[in-house]
């Protein structure tokens, strides 16, 4: 459908826009400058914004430059927006409220926008959900918004999709009462104008004054603060949670937060009802109070957890259980907090990533399970519980591909791994609202630390127990991280006779061709500045691919090679057990080795595998048992050599002949 604003004002729009809109819907309004391709205001109270400083020269330049966004309800003088997010839906609309068809209707990808005025009172900005059937465990389905104060609505511009929005009816808003219009009987409609009369009824009246003076009935402020503030507190976490709309993101505020907002809403309850008394009652006893109060009514646990097939990017929430995948508006019952800071484009593409950067150093098969393994970073969780290993040539790329993959993530969304702390008490506390850990250019003993056995629980969906500073109590914190950890040499892992676990937890991808002749500076940032969208897609295809292997094999799917890597790893782990199992045998006659004999036999060993051996008072504390384990011989203090007792061992002899 042809973009009437563009289309049909052309020379008008494209000349001056504002004049366009104030034209069509009024000069009594407030506009608000938009970023190109994008949905919400960027600067700081946006929401506050009068006529009078709209009209002000520079703010109307930066209007012309972007996207132009209305302010509505009250600062508009009651232009109201209703928002239905598909055209079936809006059409059905359109039967309960013929009186809409006459009015201004526009769109941006898909659904519809009603624009009216509305005379008398009307409720502010509300999300409308779709009532789930009694006792069924879905979550409720958004079905648009009721958009008035406290919120806007994009009028003009570029879609984050792409497309135009568009004029679907060019007409003026019709005025209209809110008690007339018509809603969808399915809908659960939360606005009450009676909200105060229930608050009294469940909770009590709000204050009463006696001899003793004001006394407040704090129920009743703390059911209207949960009510009125889009917060929530995470039990598990013991954490706060405020709805950042304008981002799509819940996102952690202080217990300080919290006591601001309520001083803020005594405050302006105290000055409607004419109560002085109320506003000197906000003592810091009282806030804290109210604040602890206050956990109970918002309380929510796991809402965090993550395993959906959405993906939240800067300019919605990316839907791949659809097909194709379907870009949503943000909504607080996503109940995200991570996403990325890069907005999605289908037309976009990342020549230079792929060509200078991975085709230059990898081989096809490992830059698909790069690729898969990339798209299991934007899902956000580990279903295959792998942990990722870059290893090889340095200078090869290893770390600038991670440093891409951290910016495309969102750097808030990332902890550093240190294996040599991981087992202390506070360490995993640091994870909690992470997705993604990075050990990057670790030295090759970084999973030979004692800590490193908590990896295996950091991916493998184990519940943990983390505790915080200056906390009281432990917190639950699920492990179901992505993990990456590159090297410039060969790494070796701290078995502790558990090899099959890292068997199933390990993927490694070799760096083996020479560095690039010509550095680039900062070139990771430089790749997501010009090609942040296209790496965006290339993952976004990756998790698609991924999605596909879990579902017919559980799990990542490697070639021979890649598996093989992974038995070298784990075998040069564990290497004096291979070497006492490849090269000592049990001899049939009465010859005997000695410590030194066997060591020596290592040695060899070692280097034929080109293999980093383990130190000498390691091999001699590992050695007895190994053997006894292995070939059932104990070890002997009396091995003869030349007249001298030495330790060793008898029955056996070492060949490292077909090495």
């Given at each position: 459908m042809a973009n009437d604003i563009v289309d049909n004002h052309k020379g008008t729009a494209a000349a001056d826009p504002?004049?366009?809109?104030?034209?069509?819907?009024?000069?009594?309004?407030?506009?608000?400058?938009?970023?190109?391709?994008?949905?919400?205001?960027?600067?700081?109270?946006?929401?506050?914004?009068?006529?009078?400083?709209?009209?002000?020269?520079?703010?109307?330049?930066?209007?012309?430059?972007?996207?132009?966004?209305?302010?509505?309800?009250?600062?508009?003088?009651?232009?109201?927006?209703?928002?239905?997010?598909?055209?079936?839906?809006?059409?059905?609309?359109?039967?309960?409220?013929?009186?809409?068809?006459?009015?201004?209707?526009?769109?941006?990808?898909?659904?519809?926008?009603?624009?009216?005025?509305?005379?008398?009172?009307?409720?502010?900005?509300?999300?409308?959900?779709?009532?789930?059937?009694?006792?069924?465990?879905?979550?409720?389905?958004?079905?648009?918004?009721?958009?008035?104060?406290?919120?806007?609505?994009?009028?003009?511009?570029?879609?984050?999709?792409?497309?135009?929005?568009?004029?679907?009816?060019?007409?003026?808003?019709?005025?209209?009462?809110?008690?007339?219009?018509?809603?969808?009987?399915?809908?659960?409609l939360p606005w009450d104008f009676g909200l105060y009369e229930q608050l009294v009824r469940e909770h009590g009246e709000p204050?009463?004054?006696?001899?003793?003076?004001?006394?407040?009935?704090?129920?009743?402020?703390?059911?209207?603060?949960?009510?009125?503030?889009?917060?929530?507190?995470?039990?598990?976490?013991?954490?706060?949670?405020?709805?950042?709309?304008?981002?799509?993101?819940?996102?952690?505020?202080?217990k300080d937060w919290i006591k601001c907002q309520f001083s803020a809403s005594l405050k302006q309850f105290a000055d409607h009802e004419r109560q002085s008394d109320i506003e000197r009652k906000r003592t810091n006893s009282l806030l804290d109070g109210l604040t602890n109060m206050v956990k109970g009514f918002i309380e929510k646990r796991e809402v965090f957890s993550r395993g959906r097939k959405v993906i939240h990017v800067a300019n919605g929430m990316l839907h791949l259980d659809t097909k194709p995948p379907e870009l949503r508006e943000f909504w607080p019952k996503y109940y995200s907090r991570n996403r990325s800071p890069i907005s999605l484009d289908p037309s976009a593409d990342c020549p230079r990533f792929k060509n200078e950067l991975l085709a230059t150093a990898l081989d096809p098969d490992d830059i698909s399970l790069l690729q898969r393994w990339c798209g299991a970073l934007l899902l956000g969780d580990n279903k295959a519980q792998r942990i990722m290993m870059l290893v090889g040539t340095a200078g090869g790329g290893k770390s600038t591909v991670v440093e891409v993959l951290e910016r495309v993530i969102g750097i808030e969304n990332i902890a550093e791994l240190r294996t040599d702390i991981l087992g202390?008490?506070?360490?995993?506390?640091?994870?909690?609202?992470?997705?993604?850990?990075?050990?990057?250019?670790?030295?090759?003993?970084?999973?030979?630390?004692?800590?490193?056995?908590?990896?295996?629980?950091?991916?493998?969906?184990?519940?943990?127990?983390?505790?915080?500073?200056?906390?009281?109590?432990?917190?639950?914190?699920?492990?179901?991280?992505?993990?990456?950890?590159?090297?410039n040499s060969r790494l070796?892992?701290?078995?502790?006779?558990?090899?099959?676990?890292?068997?199933?937890?390990?993927?490694?991808?070799?760096?083996?061709?020479p560095k690039p002749t010509t550095r680039i500076s900062d070139f990771g940032s430089l790749l997501v500045r010009e090609e942040g969208p296209g790496i965006l897609l290339w993952m976004l295809q990756g998790a698609v691919e991924h999605l596909n292997e879990l579902a017919t094999h559980g799990d990542f799917v490697l070639t021979a090679r890649q598996a093989e890597r992974v038995e070298q790893l784990l075998a040069e782990s564990d290497s004096v057990r291979e070497f006492v199992r490849q090269c000592i045998r049990v001899s049939g006659g009465r010859e005997t080795l000695t410590v030194q004999e066997i060591c020596q036999g290592y040695s060899h060993f070692c280097s034929t595998q080109d293999w980093h051996p383990v130190?000498?008072?390691?091999?001699?504390?590992?050695?007895?048992?190994?053997?006894?384990?292995?070939?059932?011989?104990?070890?002997?203090?009396?091995?003869?050599?030349?007249g001298r007792a030495q330790r060793g061992f008898k029955g056996i002899e070492c060949d490292t002949s077909g090495l």
């Open positions: 504002v004049a366009m809109i104030q034209a069509l819907v009024g000069k009594d309004i407030v506009l608000l400058p938009i970023p190109r391709g994008q949905k919400a205001p960027k600067f700081p109270g946006w929401n506050q914004v009068t006529i009078q400083q709209m009209l002000e020269e520079h703010y109307l330049k930066r209007l012309r430059k972007g996207n132009i966004g209305v302010l509505l309800g009250s600062p508009s003088n009651g232009l109201c927006s209703i928002d239905v997010d598909n055209d079936e839906e809006a059409e059905r609309f359109i039967a309960l409220n013929p009186q809409l068809n006459s009015t201004l209707q526009t769109r941006g990808a898909r659904g519809r926008n009603f624009w009216v005025r509305v005379e008398g009172s009307y409720p502010k900005l509300t999300i409308l959900e779709i009532q789930r059937p009694p006792h069924s465990a879905e979550p409720e389905k958004k079905w648009g918004e009721w958009r008035s104060t406290g919120g806007q609505t994009v009028i003009w511009g570029r879609h984050p999709s792409g497309c135009d929005y568009q004029i679907i009816n060019k007409a003026k808003p019709i005025e209209v009462s809110f008690d007339s219009l018509v809603w969808p009987s399915e809908l659960n204050f009463v004054c006696n001899k003793r003076g004001v006394q407040l009935n704090h129920p009743f402020f703390v059911a209207q603060f949960a009510t009125e503030h889009p917060v929530i507190y995470e039990a598990d976490e013991a954490e706060f949670y405020y709805y950042q709309e304008s981002v799509g993101l819940w996102q952690k505020v202080s202390e008490r506070f360490e995993l506390y640091r994870f909690i609202g992470k997705t993604f850990l990075t050990g990057k250019d670790v030295p090759a003993e970084f999973l030979m630390r004692k800590g490193a056995a908590t990896l295996k629980k950091l991916v493998g969906n184990d519940l943990l127990s983390p505790e915080g500073k200056n906390s009281n109590g432990s917190f639950q914190l699920r492990g179901d991280f992505n993990v990456v950890v590159t090297c070796r892992v701290r078995l502790e006779g558990d090899a099959d676990a890292w068997r199933r937890r390990l993927m490694i991808i070799e760096y083996t061709r130190a000498p008072a390691t091999l001699e504390r590992e050695l007895p048992s190994l053997l006894l384990e292995i070939h059932g011989v104990a070890k002997r203090n009396d091995i003869d050599r030349d």
